[in-house]
């Protein structure tokens, strides 16, 4: 049997993650999951982990990985037959070691993007929730201001990319991620880009893809979710 390709793609809030992971999608076909478009999907279905993530996700602070978890890791189990990217989990050394025991990996993306850059970004982010698309106000506006592109209705900006939630959710990413970055270090299979564009990080991450992509088998391939 063909070997399926896993990776996941890590960065703080505002690196670029939902953005590269949508390119890397629609080019190699794999499945793009969000973990943070399953949580905002349980927040609106009111699901228990949904609202105990929410009471987290106002404070600017991370979900507890036992909340974490059990929202991601039976949506993996769904995806067994499939190639995919994971993006934003995990986030602390105790996700990566449950996602571990549960499949291998064979890239992990690390994205890292200067504070100020970061910032920036968020204060122009507009999502359209239904559907978890993503705009900037600068980069890559709607065609009509303040709309979705595809089905008219309006955009929100995020209570957690609001200025006072942001800086605390900056600091802490910083303080749990480092354990995780050195976990697929020590695996080898850590590759970090560094740059305040994504339109000049996404040729890199082209080429290495292209270089562990090809072997997979199409039939293997599929549509992003979105
Ligand atoms: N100015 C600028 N904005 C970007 C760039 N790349 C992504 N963005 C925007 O920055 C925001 C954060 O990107 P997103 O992909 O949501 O990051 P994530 O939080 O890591 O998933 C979004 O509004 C993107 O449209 C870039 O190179 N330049
Ligand atoms: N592994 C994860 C993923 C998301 N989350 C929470 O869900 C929020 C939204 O996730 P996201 O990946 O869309 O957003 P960013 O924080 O990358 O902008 C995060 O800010 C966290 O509060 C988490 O706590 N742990």
């Not at 953005?19 to 076909?29: D, K, L, M, P």
């Not at 020590?186 to 590759?191: E, H, M, S, T």
């Not at 880009?193 to 040729?203: L, Q």
């Amino acid at each position: 049997m063909s070997k399926l390709f896993r990776a996941v793609i890590m960065g703080p809030p505002g690196s670029g993650k939902g953005t590269i992971s949508e390119r890397i999608a629609h080019n190699f076909g794999l499945k793009h999951l969000s973990s943070g478009d399953f949580v905002r999907e349980n927040i609106s279905s009111k699901t228990d982990a949904g609202v105990l993530a929410k009471t987290y996700i106002n404070k600017g602070l991370l979900v507890p990985d036992h909340v974490m978890t059990r929202l991601l890791l039976p949506r993996l189990e769904e995806m067994t037959k499939y190639s995919w990217l994971l993006d934003g989990f995990p986030r602390t050394l105790a996700q990566a070691e449950a996602l571990n025991s549960s499949c291998d990996l064979d890239v992990a993306i690390n994205l890292n993007i200067p504070l100020e850059t970061l910032k920036e970004r968020l204060r122009h982010r507009w999502i359209h929730p239904p559907s978890g698309r993503v705009y900037n106000m600068c980069f890559n506006p709607p065609r009509i201001q303040g709309l979705d592109d595809i089905t008219g209705e309006a955009l929100i900006q995020q209570e957690d990319d609001r200025p006072e939630a942001l800086v605390a959710r900056l600091r802490h990413y910083k303080d749990v991620a480092k354990p995780v970055i050195d976990f697929y270090k020590a695996k080898g299979i850590l590759y970090t880009f560094s740059d305040t564009e994504t339109d000049r990080i996404w040729p890199n991450i082209n080429t290495l893809l292209s270089t562990k992509i090809p072997a997979i088998q199409s039939d293997a391939r599929c549509a992003s979710t979105r």
